[in-house]
């Protein structure tokens, strides 16, 4: 049995229980079962952390599966960022395995059951098997075709397979009950006519499986013991063991289905349809780009696998369906960055500042520590000089006592600098700052361990010495959605809810150590928030993309 500290959520609970009946450790064994028409959002990370989750807690293997049965929306571009999405994760699969891989098998069986008349090739329109198929009250109506002889059935199956039957002119259906309470039973399509290429087994087959004729079948072959899905899949869960029970043997292993609640995050679509749309139409500029809520997208704006996996750790699995506010997201995200992101001084918004006691053309790199959470991560040094620049909003000429930043008359230290006191302003002829003149205590030097480094004043501000600065480009993400539910609101549309300002570009100057930073690396910008090096980075012209304020500021946005 697993041992573990938390107490067991549902899922947990199902498996225990069926250990202590008649399943073997060795025999359990998950999936995660993707299907590659788009890349993972965050909601699909749910359903990793969850099945991967479970082969660590209980040593089992988990396969990854791509439920590659519907050539119209597949590509192998899919397939690529899903493996590579997961891997990023942390996550190692068993075995990479299709589901392609088992059209052969699949037909097989399907020719098996046209033998034992559980299946007929209906000749109707989709519209009239549509028709037909009644309500959850009415029982539906048998089709024409439904008591074709094995013999035409077979034979008319064949054609289908090899591409000489139209596309719309027939499909395989499960002979089960019209009359049926579910009406998944009342005869379900098993196999529609595509004459489309697939992205892996080319122009071979031109029949291909529905989901509920290929995904339990799938399961079986790879002899997984708990297949999780989502609610919605509830209705099918008889359909599913209704077609096991067909291809399966008496005392084989088969495969379970069990349902778990989607998880759907705050001012984000989770589809990947409607993400697709977005890619589409040039609202954003591809699938990872750091306002998507796909884990590509995730990755690029600087969230790291820790904070991510720990984000759907921390909301567990459910069994109803419910909004997480994107807030938990972005905590989770600076709870980690906190730990690992390097500290360094960047300043967005510059207002120049003179310290007019400094000697002209000096300069001193003086010790900074690199991350104050984490010892080992050392000391660098930053270059200071007579000139530097400031934030503006770290600057008053007057202010009331409460403001503890910079004004005139009064000292603050810098950090890891000195200690400065604001004399006087320069302003232009529309009454705007240009310059701050300072004067600073030349013993105040922070660390050096002086009675007048050791002085207390209210506050520190962050800088960055002008002639040393490294100009970068900093994009500014905010949501993407105005809206909560931006698909949940009635007879409006996702698209009118895009948040115009969810991105900013502005000119940072940040501290020259920096040059050297690698795409990806996550970063500190002290007072600011956490920033990553973005992949349009270059030497001439660095990108960091912002990955969360240090604060949540929606919240107060909002009032
Ligand atoms: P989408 O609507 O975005 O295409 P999907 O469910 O069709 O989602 P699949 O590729 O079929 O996407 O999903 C793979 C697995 O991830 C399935 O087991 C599915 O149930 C699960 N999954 C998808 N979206 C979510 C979500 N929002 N929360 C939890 N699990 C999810
Ligand atoms: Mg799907």
Redesign the pocket.
């Known amino acids: 049995m697993a041992e573990g500290k938390k107490s067991l959520n549902f899922i947990e609970q199902i498996i225990e229980e069926d250990l202590s009946k008649d399943y073997k450790q060795e025999e359990l064994k998950f999936r995660?079962?993707?299907?590659p028409?788009?890349y993972?959002?965050?909601?699909?990370a749910?359903?990793?952390c969850l099945n991967f989750g479970l082969g660590e807690r209980y040593d089992a293997p988990v396969n990854l599966r791509f439920?590659d049965t519907n050539p119209m929306k597949e590509e192998q571009e899919y397939v690529d960022a899903i493996k590579k999405d997961v891997e990023w994760l942390g996550f190692k699969w068993a075995k990479e395995c299709y589901a392609s891989d088992y059209f052969q098998q699949l037909y097989d069986w399907a020719v098996e059951m046209i033998k034992n008349s559980d299946a007929y090739v209906d000749s109707q329109t989709s519209e009239e098997i549509a028709e037909q198929k009644g309500t959850p009250t009415e029982p539906g109506k048998e089709s024409p075709y439904r008591n074709r002889s094995v013999g035409e059935n077979l034979a008319l199956f064949e054609q289908m397979k090899n591409g000489e039957t139209p596309e719309r002119g027939h499909v395989l259906r499960a002979k089960i009950d019209m009359a049926s309470p579910n009406m998944l039973m009342r005869d379900p399509v098993m196999y529609r006519c595509l004459h489309k290429s697939h992205h892996r087994t080319g122009n071979d087959w031109m029949i291909y499986p529905m989901y509920d004729w290929a995904h339990g079948q799938s399961d079986f072959i790879e002899g997984v013991s708990h297949s999780?899905?989502?609610l919605e899949?509830l209705p099918h869960r008889e359909l599913y063991n209704w077609f096991v029970e067909k291809v399966s043997k008496p005392g084989d292993f088969k495969p379970k289905q069990r349902e778990?609640?989607?998880?759907?995050l705050s001012h984000t679509v989770?589809?990947?349809?409607k993400?697709l749309q977005l890619v589409e139409k040039g609202i954003v500029d591809s699938w990872d780009d750091p306002r998507m809520p796909t884990i590509s997208g995730l990755r690029r704006r600087g969230y790291t696998p820790a904070s991510i996996r720990k984000f759907a750790d921390s909301i567990g699995v459910g069994k109803r369906e419910n909004l997480i506010d994107v807030a938990h997201l972005e905590f989770c995200a600076r709870e980690d960055l906190n730990k690992v992101a390097p500290r360094v001084m960047a300043v967005l918004d510059p207002v120049k500042l003179v310290i007019t006691n400094y000697p002209e053309g000096e300069e001193e790199w003086l010790e900074a520590e690199n991350n104050p959470e984490d010892e080992s991560a050392g000391s660098r040094k930053i270059p200071f000089s007579r000139e530097i620049y400031i934030e503006k909003e770290d600057f008053k000429e007057e202010a009331n006592r409460k403001f503890f930043r910079l004004t005139l008359g009064k000292e603050v230290r810098l950090k890891n600098a000195y200690i400065i006191k604001g004399e006087s302003v320069v302003k232009d002829d529309n009454g705007n700052i240009t310059e701050i003149h300072c004067t600073y205590d030349p013993k105040s030097k922070s660390g050096s361990g002086t009675e007048e480094s050791l002085r207390k004043v209210k506050g520190t501000l962050h800088w960055v010495s002008i002639k040393h600065a490294l100009e970068a480009e900093i994009r500014l993400y905010d949501r993407l959605f105005t809206e909560e539910v931006p698909d949940g609101i009635k007879d409006k549309d996702y698209l009118d809810f895009i948040n115009p300002d969810s991105l900013q570009i502005t000119t940072g100057y940040l501290e020259p150590g920096l040059k050297n930073a690698e795409i990806g690396e996550n970063v500190q910008f002290q007072r600011i928030g956490y920033f990553c090096v973005d992949k349009d980075s270059t030497t001439a012209k660095p990108v960091f993309n912002r990955t969360v304020s240090l604060r949540d500021s929606w919240a107060k946005k909002k009032k």
């Open positions: 995660f079962p993707p299907e028409n788009g993972l959002h965050i909601g699909h749910s359903s990793i439920d999780f899905c989502t899949f778990f609640a989607r998880r759907n989770v589809s990947k349809r993400l």
